[in-house]
């Protein structure tokens, strides 16, 4: 049976056949080099977390296939704008259509009207994704473990640093962990969410938290509703999270919302 990780992977492969039939490689390398310049994403979740707040990354995405719709009509500049003005380190914008909603264009809007870095949340499978990230303004990129072996891991990771960037790598088990520590990237995420089954359980940063060594910062991902979650797993040392549904819902209080998440301790 194919799980909706599985499935998004299979469109995926259709998308990057798309883009390179409608784009050369040369122009999207080009507009790459001539985007605005990177935004420190990891330096910027540091300066936070180094000064005992809570970094947060905080998400906009329309609807995800765990929860369905959370906010279909969301004017995603408005919300970028709530999450900077309560204190967000860095934004995290879904970049897909048919699971998340979300579009490039939408990314850029977000990127010219506010300052803070950016990651586009997107399943990359080919160096092609990543050039067309930086071309479209992207500070750091997303790497999910699940989705990828270990040699394509690597070749994503190459590009992305090449070109400047940050990575976020995305683990949930001990096997993807240790694969994941053998990249260079100091951004480890764990993400509480089983991909495949599409259950949340913060038990999951608790788990594999103690598995980081010195040097390696933990960004626990997927779940956190409240400032209690926050309370919790900074008794594991997260100082870096990522936020999305919750706050999506938060209406007119989100703003508000990120403030107080970013002081929880
Ligand atoms: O909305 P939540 O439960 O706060 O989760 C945010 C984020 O962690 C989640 O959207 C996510 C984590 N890893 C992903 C990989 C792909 C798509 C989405 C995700």
């Known amino acids: 049976m194919k799980t909706a990780l599985d499935r998004i992977i299979d469109y995926k492969h259709d998308e990057v056949r798309a883009l390179k039939a409608a784009c050369s490689l040369a122009d999207l390398e080009a507009a790459a080099k001539a985007a605005s310049p990177v935004r420190g994403f990891a330096a910027a979740l540091s300066s936070v977390a180094d000064a005992g707040q809570n970094a947060l990354i905080c998400e906009i995405k329309r609807k995800s296939p765990s929860a369905g719709d959370i906010l279909p009509g969301a004017d995603p500049v408005e919300i970028a704008r709530d999450y900077e003005r309560g204190g967000a380190a860095c934004l995290s914008v879904l970049t897909d259509m048919p699971s998340f909603g979300g579009n490039l264009a939408d990314f850029e809007a977000i990127r010219s009207a506010v300052s803070i870095p950016m ?10 994704q990543i050039i067309e990230a930086r071309a479209h303004g992207a500070d750091c990129i997303l ?82 509703a409240d400032p209690e979650s926050i309370i919790r797993l900074r008794k594991v040392g997260s100082r870096r999270f990522l936020i ?21 301790c």
């Open 143 to 224: 790497i999910i473990m699940s989705a990828v072996v270990d040699s394509l891991a690597a070749d994503l990771h190459h590009c992305a640093t090449d070109l400047g960037m940050d990575v976020l790598i995305e683990t949930h088990d001990e096997e993807e962990m240790e694969r994941a520590l053998r990249l260079p990237s100091p951004l480890i995420g764990v993400n509480n969410r089983d991909l495949k089954r599409m259950v949340t359980d913060l038990t999951t940063t608790e788990r594999l938290a103690p598995m980081l060594p010195a040097g390696r910062h933990l960004v626990s991902e997927s779940g956190i």
């Open 119 to 128: 990651l586009r949340k997107d399943f990359m499978i080919d160096p092609i």
């Open 244 to 264: 999305g549904e919750w706050l999506m819902k938060q209406g007119a209080s989100r703003s508000e919302q990120v403030t107080r998440l970013k002081l929880a």
